[in-house]
């Protein structure tokens, strides 16, 4: 769920983790771009070959693509784009196994099955802005209408499927369990538990774990079952700012 260009698979490559890329969710025209140039850019099928223009803008629409990440775009509009920004945005979703908007899709198109061989872990780092002290902090309660208010969409999918992903993962600015926002968290916390979910977590500062930025998270897994689990140790921070720094850059970044 809100995959924007997937870090956490990333991260999975990144430490040698086999796993299959399995459904990905993301509305963003760029980070569908993203997504797939990421994950899955041997991918190169033609999947719009036999649909005409028309009828892939119909279900662009359908599907509920945006190019603002506020607001899905309307038939009229998606029309405007030239014939082949329709396909390979069609094409883009079809490589990634992409719902694209979570408030169009249903449990069953998670496509959740023989949890006894696969474990599944479901992402859902849900949009920080109405949280963020950057924003408005709108906040994130049920039926606010705010974007980080579709939390609830990842309730609504949990209450549809018929087998329970094993693991699920969220992180998101620390102000998710701040003074305005804690009581939506804990009655999300419930939610999972009631589910039979056992919650770990806190914030985490890369600065702490090997990156020369100050960036603190919040940062939490949800295991099906009564599971322990202890975040990662701090560990001593070596690098600089220079060190990522390149010493020789083209000229047509100046």
């Not at 997937?6 to 993203?34: M, N």
Request: charge should be negative; charged fraction near 25%.
């Amino acid at each position: 769920m809100f995959s924007g260009y997937d870090s956490q698979a990333l991260s999975l490559k990144y430490l040698g983790v086999p796993f299959e890329h399995y459904r990905t969710c993301e509305w963003a025209i760029p980070s569908i771009q993203a997504l797939k140039d990421l994950h899955f850019g041997e991918d190169s099928t033609n999947y719009s070959e036999n649909l005409t223009k028309e009828e892939l803008v119909k279900e662009l629409a359908k599907l509920g693509i945006s190019a603002d990440y506020n607001v899905s775009l309307t038939e009229k509009q998606i029309a405007r784009y030239p014939e082949q920004k329709v396909r390979t945005i069609y094409n883009n979703i079809k490589a990634s196994h992409n719902l694209v908007s979570i408030t169009n899709i249903h449990g069953a198109d998670l496509g959740i099955v023989d949890t006894e061989r696969y474990c599944y872990i479901m992402t859902y780092s849900f949009p920080c802005q109405d949280l963020s002290v950057a924003g408005k902090q709108k906040g994130m309660t049920k039926g606010s209408g705010t974007r980080s208010g579709l939390l609830w969409e990842v309730e609504r999918l949990l209450n549809e499927v018929d087998n329970l992903p094993q693991v699920l993962l969220m992180e998101n600015v620390p102000q998710v369990h701040g003074k305005k926002n804690i009581n939506d968290f804990e009655k999300w916390l419930g939610f999972l538990e009631s589910l039979g979910y056992t919650n770990y977590w806190q914030d985490l500062n890369a600065k702490n774990y090997g990156v020369a930025q100050n960036r603190n998270r919040c940062f939490m897994f949800s295991f099906l079952g009564n599971y322990s689990y202890d975040f990662p140790q701090p560990i001593p921070l070596k690098k600089k700012l220079k060190d990522y720094l390149e010493d020789n850059v083209d000229e047509k970044y100046y």
